[in-house]
């Protein structure tokens, strides 16, 4: 008698647990001085609220340990929204901050591009691209980005070390990404 609440409980709780955050892909690359990622991810949330996370610069600091500060700039000449991230990051004992400054295009609730400005940021290119859908009662995201720091990495095992680095730190945020959409929802 007793198993039947128990299972109950077990049901309710795979549940839950399966409308979490879920990475679906990554997959990280290094060439030529350039890296690149693409992943994908699907949060239990709206993506009213998902894009707000991501179109919202000052949200970073709040989901990723990586950004120290984050901003909302006004936008440039041409009108794009700007933004201002400092991200401080240690791989083993190399520890380094690194400043990106740039605009934004907007697609509302379905495509976010931003280009940093190399003369203003520590890298000679750096671009996101996150496009949004609907799907299964969340929102899918697929991420792109394709960096070139413009600060020395150790030839030997830093590419290795930043491809894991930007592997596994994206996948630590995903939580925190889909709490902080959930809580827009509740306003």
Same mark, same amino acid.
């Given at each position: ?26 997959? /990280? ?8 990622? /693409? ?64 605009? /934004? ?47 020395? /990495? ?34």
């Amino acid at each position: 008698m007793r198993a039947i609440p128990c299972l109950a409980l077990l049901v309710l709780a795979s549940q839950q647990f399966a409308a979490a955050a879920e990475m679906r892909s990554v997959d /990280v690359q290094y060439e030529g001085g350039r890296y690149s990622l /693409v992943s994908v991810a699907w949060f239990d949330a709206g993506i009213d609220e998902t894009f707000e996370v991501f179109r919202t610069w000052d949200y970073s600091t709040q989901f990723s340990s990586a950004v120290v500060d984050a901003l909302d700039l006004d936008p440039d000449s041409s009108g794009r929204p700007g933004y201002y991230v400092l991200n401080r990051g240690c791989i083993l004992f190399f520890c380094k901050s690194m400043v990106r400054q740039g605009y /934004v295009e907007v697609q509302h609730n379905r495509d976010l591009r931003a280009v940093a400005n190399p003369q203003v940021s520590d890298f000679r290119l750096f671009e996101e691209n996150w496009k949004f859908a609907e799907e299964s009662g969340g929102t899918r995201v697929r991420y792109a980005l394709l960096m070139e720091p413009d600060f020395w /990495v150790p030839p030997t095992i830093g590419p290795y070390l930043i491809k894991r680095k930007l592997r596994d730190d994206g996948s630590d945020a995903l939580d925190r990404i889909e709490d902080l959409a959930q809580r827009l929802a509740d306003r």
